[in-house]
C-alpha cells in the first residue's frame, strides 16, 4: 500500500535556526497538509495545500513558517527561526480526490523536531 | 467553532473483552467523523469514518463505531479486544467542505492480557 514517508525522522536544531522538513506524499493525491503534535497533546492542523498553493492555514502557522512543492513530488515545511515552543512532532499527510469530503488523509510516520 | 471531546484519557480492558472508546463532537452542518490509532514512533493510521445514512460503520481490524445524532458522538467499538490493539486512538471531526481535521485530545487503549 502507497505509504507518506516523512524525513528526516528526528531533527535536532539550536533555536534561532532555519529547519527544512521533507515530505513525500502519495503519487496520485491532490491535497498536502501538515499537522503537529506536541508531546502529550493532541495532534493540531497547521496548513493545507492544494493546487501549489495554500488552501487553509491555521493561527499557529504565523510568519515564520512557509510550505513549499518545489518539483511535484516532495512537499516541504520550513521554519525559518525555530523557537523552544517548536519543538514537537511534525506530521505531513495527503489526500486524494474528496478528501475535502469525507476521504481519510494519509499521514506519514512523522519528525520529531527538537529545538535546543 | 468546531470540537472533539475524549472524555478518557485511559482505557484498560481484559484481552477477549469488548471494548468502547468514547467520542463526542461539536461542528456546525452535518459532520465528517474519524477514528485514526497511533502505535508507538508511528504515524496516525486511519482506522474508520462516517458516511452519512450508516450509523454503524466498519472499519480495519474489527473496529466498528457508532454514530449517533441526538447525543452527538461517534464511539469506538470491538467486539473483542487483542494486545495488539493497545495504542492510542483518535477521533477526529471535519466541518463540511473544510479541509483540516479537528483531533480530539486521544485515548489510550491498554488491553491487558
Known amino acids: 500500500e502507497p505509504e507518506v514517508t516523512q524525513t528526516p525522522s528526528h531533527q535536532v536544531t539550536q533555536m534561532g535556526q532555519e529547519v527544512i522538513l521533507r515530505c513525500v506524499p502519495i503519487s496520485n493525491h491532490l491535497y498536502f497538509y501538515w499537522y503537529r503534535q506536541i508531546l502529550g497533546q493532541k495532534v493540531e492542523f497547521l496548513v493545507s495545500?492544494?493546487?501549489?498553493?495554500?488552501?487553509?492555514k491555521s493561527e499557529i502557522f504565523d510568519d515564520q513558517f512557509s510550505v513549499e512543492r518545489p518539483d511535484g513530488s516532495n512537499f516541504t515545511l520550513k521554519i525559518r527561526s525555530t523557537k523552544l515552543e517548536d519543538s514537537a512532532m511534525y506530521f505531513c499527510a495527503s489526500g486524494g480526490i474528496g478528501t475535502v469530503g469525507n476521504q481519510p488523509q494519509h499521514f506519514g510516520d512523522g519528525t520529531r523536531l527538537s529545538i535546543l | 467553532a468546531q470540537s472533539v471531546a475524549q472524555p478518557e484519557d485511559q482505557v484498560n480492558v481484559a484481552e477477549g473483552n469488548p471494548l468502547t472508546v468514547k467520542c463526542t463532537y461539536s461542528?456546525?452542518?452535518?459532520?465528517?467523523l474519524f477514528w485514526y490509532v497511533q502505535y508507538p514512533n508511528r504515524g496516525l493510521q486511519f482506522l474508520l469514518k462516517?458516511?452519512?445514512?450508516?450509523?454503524l460503520v466498519k472499519g480495519s481490524y474489527g473496529f466498528e463505531a457508532e454514530f449517533n445524532k441526538s447525543q452527538t458522538s461517534f464511539h469506538l467499538k470491538k467486539p473483542s479486544a487483542l494486545v495488539s490493539d493497545s495504542a492510542l486512538y483518535f477521533c477526529?471531526?471535519?466541518?463540511?467542505?473544510?479541509?483540516?481535521?479537528?483531533f480530539g485530545t486521544g485515548t489510550r487503549l491498554t488491553v491487558i492480557p
Open positions: 495545500f492544494y493546487n501549489n498553493e495554500i488552501s487553509e
Open positions: 477526529a471531526v471535519k466541518k463540511t467542505g473544510a479541509n483540516n481535521l479537528f
Open positions: 462516517y458516511i452519512t445514512g450508516d450509523n
Open positions: 461542528v456546525s452542518g452535518n459532520p465528517y
